[in-house]
């Protein structure tokens, strides 16, 4: 791992990252023009966090089909507004109470396991490819990259 132009070694520990840091960061590797070797990584370190992702997903519908009102066959009232959106009929207060029990959730952290070779591999793959981006960060995603950045340089010390 080349972190400051210095080769260092991962330990061995795992590192933590808040979970919408995480889901941003796949997000963002997702989009990132890679060849060859370097696809494959990409693609098996998303591939670890696959369940992380449905269980996001899960959790946010879990919330919401608590809460949206139903018509009398018990499906959930879809609203659209003047401009075609479509929403679900959710009160302003359980719109509040969702949006803060999903905010708990995602600043939760999560465990990036950096041990055994595989492992390894990846975090040093992500490590470098957060290192020698080119890409141009800029607002809350350069907010977000920062953060990547520091979680996989602690792993790195």
């Known amino acids: 791992l080349l972190i400051s132009g210095i080769k260092t070694r991962f330990h061995k520990i795992n590192m933590t990252i808040k979970r919408h840091l995480l889901l941003s960061l796949l997000r963002w590797i997702n989009n990132q ?42 499906n959930p009232i879809v609203l659209t507004d003047e401009l075609g959106r479509k929403s679900y009929d959710i009160s302003e207060e359980d719109q509040r109470n969702v949006a803060s029990k999903l905010e708990v959730y995602l600043n939760e952290e999560v465990e990036i396991k950096t041990t055994g070779k595989e492992n390894k591999v ?29 979680a996989f340089e602690e792993v790195a010390k």
């Not at 060859?36 to 369940?51: A, D, H, P």
């Not at 959790?59 to 139903?70: A, D, F, P, Q």
Request: net charge negative.
């Open 33 to 74: 023009p890679l060849k060859g070797v370097n696809s494959r990584k990409r693609t098996n370190f998303i591939n670890n966090f696959r369940e992380q992702i449905l269980n996001t997903e899960s959790y946010r519908t879990r919330l919401v089909s608590e809460v949206v009102k139903k018509d009398d066959k018990g």
């Open 122 to 150: 990846l975090a040093e793959f992500m490590a470098n490819l957060l290192e020698e981006t080119t890409y141009e960060f800029k607002g809350k995603e350069a907010d977000d990259y920062d953060e990547w950045y520091k």
